[in-house]
């Protein structure tokens, strides 16, 4: 009866799902099933709607509906550095570049110490041919995580598409 709780364990068998610790239909079918208890047990609870959204983006590529989830965890959390960059990300698998730019800036501003939403930042920047935008983005990450090795081979690789130069990624590898 703790919605708050299935919630949370709705996350983390997402977790799990998305990021192949375990891939299985049946830890998605789980991720679902805590998000629903969760709804079900306190409609209105912010991170009851985060969790289903997250179940229908990593359980089922269900982008649409993730995002319309967020939208109403976003009402009660609108100062949530994580939910904003979830809302960026589900836009980045739908292609919606300017809305991707938009909320991982938003999350950026909300929680300005997390290294790995400027990390994200520059990815899409890099994607979208922002190449000085994205070693900005780059070079704020590292500043703040500087053992943030994702990140500075990222960088690399900017100037490698941007310039053609191989120097800094030489460097870093």
């Not at 570049?97 to 939403?117: C, F």
């Amino acid at each position: 009866g703790f919605a708050l709780a299935r919630a949370a364990l709705s996350v983390v068998h997402g977790w799990m799902y998305w990021y192949r610790y375990d891939p299985s239909p049946a830890r998605a079918a789980r991720q679902r099933e805590e998000a629903e208890a969760a709804l079900r047990i306190a409609p209105d609870l912010p991170q009851a709607h985060v969790a289903m959204g997250l179940a229908h983006y990593w359980g089922r590529r269900d982008y649409r509906r993730a995002l319309d989830e967020f939208a109403i965890a976003l009402k009660e959390l609108p100062n949530h550095a994580r939910l904003s960059a979830l809302v960026g990300y589900v836009h980045r698998r739908l292609g919606n570049w300017n809305e991707v730019v938009a909320s991982l800036e938003e999350a950026s501003q909300l929680d300005p110490r997390d290294a790995n939403l400027f990390d994200q930042l520059a990815e899409t920047y890099s994607v979208m041919h922002r190449y000085a935008e994205a070693v900005r983005a780059s070079d704020r990450a590292l500043s703040l995580a500087p053992d943030l090795h994702g990140a500075a081979i990222s960088k690399g690789w900017v100037y490698v598409r941007w310039q053609g130069q191989l120097d800094t990624l030489r460097a870093v590898l």
